[in-house]
């Protein structure tokens, strides 16, 4: 069952890469989660998820790393120009390809073209996602299916790199002991809305959570209600850094999830803190990572 459902997941992550590869002939834009998450029968709860703990990267990098691959197969040409192989490709211009290849590669096309083995080298790098580079191993995992009892959070989506998460949990606390509730504190939970291992710091988007043993008052805006925790989870504990919190996630998904038998609920994967970060070596530092799953 386990190696049925896993089939199933690669045939649609396949599915979605064929669309990006169609995308990228067509020199179309990234489609939203929505229709990729439709294409490989996922919920876009947790496509993304999924796609990275299969794949290694995002779709947004797969685009990337497929679009610069068609440029290489572009420039073995002998007679093909850079301009040539960036057009191809969906580049803007030769120099917008030139600035990927130094990023990526740190190489200029030019010495890509000239250059067969450095050439073929990233060619054979670049035609396969990252997860399937040997020496990728699955994370052992410890999971517990519990029966949860749903509460109320109050959420602030914030911006910024994982590490800097301790400023959105200090402006909760700064509301919640305004209004009298810090006593009442019994959740700090997590959302994550990006991977801060696929964006960069300025573009990453994490709701921060707490719980309170009081009902909540009207909440001002950007302040939001969510309920959490309601019905059956997978739930693997975690003890060190809380940045390999979202690896764990996609273990969850990749390794455990497919032998389950459970399917996933219409729910986000959520981070349950038990210590501040401030106060706890890092490792030492304790968190549920909580899957919901259906029925």
Not at 79 to 108: F, H, I, N, P
């Amino acid at each position: 069952m386990k190696q049925l459902a896993r089939l199933r997941q690669a045939q649609g992550i396949e599915r979605v890469i064929e669309h990006l590869q169609a995308c990228l002939r067509a020199q179309q834009p990234l489609p939203d989660v929505t229709t990729l998450a439709g294409i490989a029968h996922q919920s876009p709860f947790h496509f993304q998820r999924l796609y990275r703990a299969l794949t290694g990267e995002s779709p947004g990098q797969t685009l990337d790393r497929l679009r610069l691959l068609s440029a290489l197969q572009v420039l073995q040409q002998p007679s093909a120009s850079v301009t040539e192989a960036a057009l191809a490709a969906g580049y803007g211009s030769a120099q917008a390809l030139a600035r990927r290849c130094r990023q990526r590669v740190q190489a200029t096309p030019r010495q890509l073209r000239d250059d067969v083995g450095l050439r073929e080298q990233w060619q054979q790098a670049l035609a396969r996602p990252p997860a399937d580079v040997p020496g990728t191993e699955a994370t052992p995992l410890q999971v517990q299916v519990r029966t949860l009892e749903p509460f109320d959070v109050v959420l602030l989506r914030t911006r910024g790199a994982f590490a800097d998460l301790d400023a959105g949990f200090g402006r909760l606390f700064a509301w919640a002991q305004a209004g009298g509730m810090d006593e009442a504190l019994r959740h700090l939970v997590g959302i994550a809305v990006d991977d801060h291992r696929d964006v960069p710091g300025h573009r990453h988007r994490f709701d921060c959570g707490m719980g309170f043993a009081v009902p909540l008052p009207a909440l001002p805006v950007p302040l939001r209600r969510q309920v959490l925790g309601a019905g059956r989870h997978a739930v693997a504990h975690h003890v060190g850094p809380y940045e390999r919190l979202q690896a764990l996630g996609d273990a969850l998904l990749r390794d455990w999830w497919p032998g389950s038998g459970y399917t996933l609920a219409e729910a986000p994967l959520y981070f349950h803190f038990h210590d501040d970060p401030e106060q706890v070596p890092g490792d030492q530092l304790r968190a549920d990572v909580c899957l919901p799953l259906a029925g």
